[in-house]
């Protein structure tokens, strides 16, 4: 077991399986500086998958795919806005809407693409490239799992970056966090919470719609009903344990994708009843989302 | 000196028919500090967040520098030069000082904050105007006094040459209170044209150059500190009220139904209730009269369970220390709220739902409600106390009297044996003020106690047997001969230009 935890696929694999689990952290991450939860990740992610994937097999085109896949998070997103800032819904209970109204959507629009069928193996994505970096990928374990992976995880990378910056370094990044922190303090000179928490939540779209695309058009070839799993919420809950701080969020995400790909990975390796492996990722959805229960509770009292 | 700002005939009239001001004026001359002073309701705030575009006028006009002037908005305020610092700040804990400085006009090189820029600004306004603050300190670890002068550099970065600040003593410790006045002088030197909401009479006298006194919604007056003294300004401030006749039999009272015993509520700074001791008896209405801020609600709010203090509290002869607001009810206490929308009533439920909501629990066969037993009591309730709406109207489409009487009901249908009123007429119609009072009064000839808290000098004088007045804190008179005080005599007691020896 251990050779296989050491071993380059391990990480390789870690790293994969980590991912969309980022992208959906980093989505998690930018609402709630702006002081909304947007629990719909999870949908989101679903309806950019399934775009990406149809869109990207009959443009023929990755890029335009991956471009419809962020629309599509973003439109998303943009419903919750409508919903929960424009109509004054109430935050949670929109979300969980828009999940319902996800997993319907995503087995609707394959089923009429599709000609009845649940999932678009029959029409395969355009993949997003894998990017090998010369040299670099060369390097003994660590050096494929790293530099030589898809083009989303470098994209995750840049992302990062521009989220530190955003956050720190922009007017609007000051903005977001008035609007989570104290949104009076910002109405009371001239900042409209309503812009800013829209603002945030196209920003949270597209990073959902990337963790989408990246599910449906370099992880698996193909969209499949209930391909997103639960990864939504974990993302969700990666952003709670990592405190809104982006790298320890992405750790978290990371230690996430970890024990997601445990689940799947050990099933060969270890002599381990599959039946409890397959459980892991689900017990962590629970345990994922009783920490961020107790952590939105502990900011609230 | 010239006329910088002038306010004539500023009328407001809210949604729901209160008045808050009346024909109002208010001007302003380059480089003085004023100050608005006035009773609680009196409607200095009101005039002032109109000032400020908080609020817009029923009637009336504004001018600025002899131009007519429409403050449409606190953005539209701000473009003029108008900065106004709240009571409670609005401060952006987890940002460091100078981003709340610069909050919503932040410096900016390219698309990146420029830091250095900001707090370079933030420092030399510290500087210039000798305030110690640390612009790279997180606005939550500050004590209040400092997070007070972030809010006035805020306006300062605003280039703000009109600064209104309401109540700026009121959380502040002497010290830092004398430092205040030290950094407003200074503006005042720099051009600077200041205006503080106050009803401190010692801060008038010590930093002001001119007043403005407001009662009632209206000016009644503006002074020159220099010719009043403090006597003057107390009369001016309270002025003479009617008193309202109200029939009520010479007062019997009878055994004690609470009683507080060097109770102490700590504040920032200052306690909010210093070692304060008053008994309340049966068969008597006490009033519990001073200027807002100076303990009486901290008193209503230990009374009625819903704050922590030291000392002792003893409602119908048990310590409620510990006990929940339930069980104190349950001993025989009565409340009726300050704030009916929030406390006094649940918004979303009809008058029935209000009506019943104190003990519904109670009125259970098998663990389902006595619908019909409650149907019939809240009709009758609402008979009885002639409120205008039917049993199922949701509460909130009644006017601010109705609402008020449906709260009355409901405390006052529990047979109490003591009743904390807390400005029961406040905002209501005179008809129901007329109706309330009567209730209370008949209570009162029953054998039950009263606790009244009023900002209303003709309420207080019409309805209390006894008046404890608080000041700072402290019980700084008690009055038992009600009959033969003026108001004038009140208005120095709640202003603390005098105290009862004996009093405390």
Request: proline letters at 3%; one cysteine or more; hydrophobic letters at 45%.
């Amino acid at each position: 077991m251990l050779d296989w935890i050491f071993s380059e696929s391990f990480l390789m694999n870690v790293i994969a399986y980590a991912i969309p689990i980022v992208f959906a952290a980093y989505a998690s991450l930018i609402s709630n500086k702006a002081g909304i939860s947007a629990i719909n990740i999870e949908g989101a992610m679903s309806i950019a998958a399934v775009t990406g994937a149809l869109v990207s097999h009959y443009a023929n085109s990755w890029v335009i795919g991956l471009t419809a896949a962020v629309i599509a998070g973003i439109l998303m997103m943009m419903l919750l806005a409508l919903a929960a800032l424009k109509l004054r819904a109430d935050n949670f209970l929109s979300g969980i809407a828009l999940n319902t109204f996800a997993t319907g959507a995503c087995l609707l629009i394959v089923k009429v693409v599709l000609d009845g069928r649940t999932d678009s193996s029959t029409a395969p994505s355009v993949k997003v490239p894998n990017v090998d970096i010369p040299l670099l990928s060369d390097i003994p374990v660590i050096g494929k799992a790293i530099f030589g992976q898809n083009l989303l995880f470098f994209i995750a990378l840049i992302v990062l970056g521009l989220l530190i910056l955003l956050i720190n370094r922009t007017r609007l990044g000051v903005q977001i966090r008035t609007a989570g922190y104290h949104p009076e303090a910002g109405e009371s000179v001239g900042v409209s919470i309503r812009r800013t928490r829209t603002i945030a939540l196209i920003i949270c779209g597209a990073m959902a719609g990337l963790g989408g695309a990246y599910l449906s058009m370099a992880n698996l070839g193909y969209f499949s009903a209930g391909m997103v799993s639960g990864r939504g919420f974990i993302g969700i809950a990666a952003e709670a344990m990592g405190a809104g701080m982006p790298v320890k969020t992405t750790l978290f995400a990371l230690l996430f994708g970890a024990v997601d790909y445990f689940a799947v990975g050990g099933q060969t390796v270890l002599s381990f009843p599959y039946e409890l492996l397959n459980t892991l990722p689900y017990l962590m959805t629970l345990l994922a989302l009783t920490i961020y229960a107790a952590a939105h509770n502990k900011k609230k009292g | 000196m010239s006329e910088l700002l002038c306010m004539k005939g500023i009328t407001k009239r809210y949604g729901n028919g209160v008045l808050a001001n009346e024909d109002a004026s208010f001007s302003l001359r380059e480089g003085e500090i004023h100050a608005i002073a006035g009773e609680n309701g009196a409607g200095k705030s009101t005039l002032m967040k109109i000032l400020f575009g908080a609020e817009q006028p029923t009637e009336g006009t504004i001018s600025l520098r002899g131009k007519p002037v429409k403050i449409s908005s606190p953005r539209v305020a701000t473009e003029l030069g108008i900065g106004m610092v709240y009571q409670h700040f609005m401060l952006v804990d987890e940002l460091p000082v100078y981003l709340n400085v610069f909050l919503g006009v932040e410096k900016r090189k390219g698309l990146l904050l420029d830091k250095q820029a900001m707090i370079d600004a933030t420092r030399a306004l510290c500087e210039k105007y000798d305030m110690p603050v640390d612009p790279t300190a997180l606005c939550g670890d500050l004590p209040v006094g400092l997070r007070q002068k972030v809010e006035i550099l805020k306006v300062l970065a605003r280039e703000a040459k009109i600064i209104i600040l309401d109540e700026p003593t009121a959380v502040l410790t002497p010290q830092e209170t004398e430092q205040l006045f030290h950094q407003l002088r200074i503006l005042r030197d720099n051009k600077h044209t200041i205006v503080i909401i106050t009803h401190k009479l010692k801060e008038m006298k010590e930093l002001c150059d001119r007043i403005t006194i407001m009662r009632q919604g209206k000016t009644v007056g503006v002074v020159d500190v220099c010719d009043v003294d403090e006597q003057k300004l107390s009369e001016l401030m309270v002025g003479s009220t009617v008193r309202l006749k109200v029939e009520k039999a010479p007062v019997r009272a009878g055994e004690v139904v609470a009683e507080m015993k060097k109770v102490t509520v700590p504040g920032s700074g200052k306690p909010k209730l210093d070692s304060v001791s008053f008994v309340a008896r049966a068969g008597e209405i006490l009033c519990l009269a001073g200027v807002e801020g100076n303990g009486q609600q901290q008193a209503i709010e230990c009374l009625t369970g819903q704050i922590a203090y030291s000392g002792s509290v003893q409602v119908l002869g048990e310590e409620i220390l510990g006990k929940s607001i339930r069980k104190i009810r349950d001993l025989g206490m009565a409340h009726i709220p300050e704030d009916r929308m929030t406390m006094g009533t649940d918004q979303r439920a009809s008058l029935h739902e209000n009506l019943i909501s104190v003990d519904f629990d109670r009125n259970t066969r098998l663990g389902f409600l006595k619908s019909k037993h409650l149907k019939a009591r809240s009709e009758k309730q609402l008979k009885d106390f002639l409120v205008k709406g039917e049993r199922q109207t949701p509460i909130s489409m009644l006017s601010g009297g109705n609402m008020q009487k449906v709260v009355v009901a409901r405390e006052l249908s529990q047979q109490p044996r003591l009743v904390i009123a807390n400005q029961p007429t406040r905002g209501v119609d005179v008809g129901a003020i007329a109706f309330i009072h009567e209730k209370l009064v008949e209570l009162r000839d029953q054998g039950c106690g009263i606790i009244l808290v009023s900002a209303d000098m003709s309420e207080v004088f019409s309805l209390a047997d006894r008046i404890i007045v608080f000041h700072e804190g402290k019980i700084a008179a008690e009055i038992t001969d009600v009959e033969n005080t003026t108001e004038q005599q009140l208005g120095r007691y709640m202003l603390g230009v005098e105290r009862m020896e004996a009093a405390q």
